[in-house]
């Protein structure tokens, strides 16, 4: 059983994604856990993760890992479902801090509110084709049906700020079509972007179909690990700067996208050489 000191209790918590799509899980977090501090770390200069392989992945992760620790973080969350996917399993064996990825929250919360057992995944190819939401999903129930479907495009239109475009309601329409034919009461946003498209996909979906944001579960399961370690913020920090923001490239972009996810304006981002870790 690891030790942890008072001061760990006031360390930030680490939190990392491929770009930008991780704020929607650290705005979740900021809400949940007012008194929390954290280092976020977007890896810009090599986003998306989604295409690629898990080789490639398990890298970048690492090297994120390594620059969080040098920010003496107390605990990290994989807030990338590509990653939590690709990553996590191997990751939380290598290092002594606590950390917690994005997909089992999620998959625990669909199995617990799905009424008819017909569960939806969208996410990345590569998360996807990991089947790691179906593995989850059916550890807690075997009976669940689980239904995947790839959205590669969703985060590239994200990205251009195009979520109340009739472009993305289209093709939106496109990738949703052969889940909204197999009867799904519930439908997990298993990537980062996808809670900003939250209102388009609701609105072909329909009402009957529950959203699962797995920001939300992530939030509670960073709470619950902390409080296990007797490591939870019990005040937030004086004179500090409280959100530290680190990309690996485009700062400027980075920061104008993040502006309008945050409830907060960002007023620096520093860059960091990701290759280096
Ligand atoms: N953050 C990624 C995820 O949640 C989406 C963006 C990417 O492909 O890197 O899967």
Redesign the pocket.
């Known amino acids: 059983m690891e030790s942890y000191t008072s001061a760990d209790r006031y360390a930030p918590v680490g939190v990392f994604?491929?770009?930008v799509?991780?704020l929607t899980v650290a705005r979740e977090i900021m809400r949940q856990l007012p008194e929390e501090r954290l280092v976020y770390f977007g890896d810009t200069a090599r986003?998306?993760?989604?295409s690629k392989s898990r080789g490639t992945i398990l890298r970048f992760v690492r090297q994120i890992v390594r620059f969080l620790e040098t920010k003496q973080v107390k605990a990290i969350v994989v807030a990338?479902?590509?990653a939590s996917a690709y990553a996590l399993d191997t990751i939380e064996k290598e290092i002594r801090l606590p950390i917690i990825g994005v997909v089992k929250p999620g998959a625990k919360t669909a199995a617990e509110v799905s009424r008819n057992g017909r569960i939806g995944v969208i996410?990345?190819d590569a998360?996807i084709g990991s089947g790691l939401y179906p593995q989850f999903i059916r550890s807690i129930n075997p009976a669940l049906q689980v239904f995947g479907k790839a959205c590669p495009l969703f985060?590239p239109l994200v990205e251009e700020g195009m979520t109340h475009d009739f472009v993305t309601e289209e093709i939106a329409r496109r990738y949703l079509k052969e889940l909204q034919e197999k009867d799904i009461d519930t439908l997990i946003l298993g990537?980062?972007?996808y809670p900003l498209l939250r209102s388009l996909i609701r609105g072909i979906m329909g009402d009957g179909v529950q959203l699962v944001n797995p920001a939300y579960e992530t939030a509670l399961g960073l709470r619950r690990l902390l409080e296990e370690k007797g490591i939870l913020a019990d005040r937030a920090p004086e004179g500090e700067e409280k959100y530290q923001y680190y990309v690996s490239d485009g700062a400027e972009k980075f920061q104008m996208i993040a502006n309008s996810i945050l409830p907060h304006q960002i007023r620096t981002t520093q860059v960091v050489d990701i290759e280096n870790y």
């Open positions: 994604d491929s770009g799509g991780g986003v998306p993760y989604g990338c479902n590509t996410a990345t998360t985060v990537c980062t972007h």
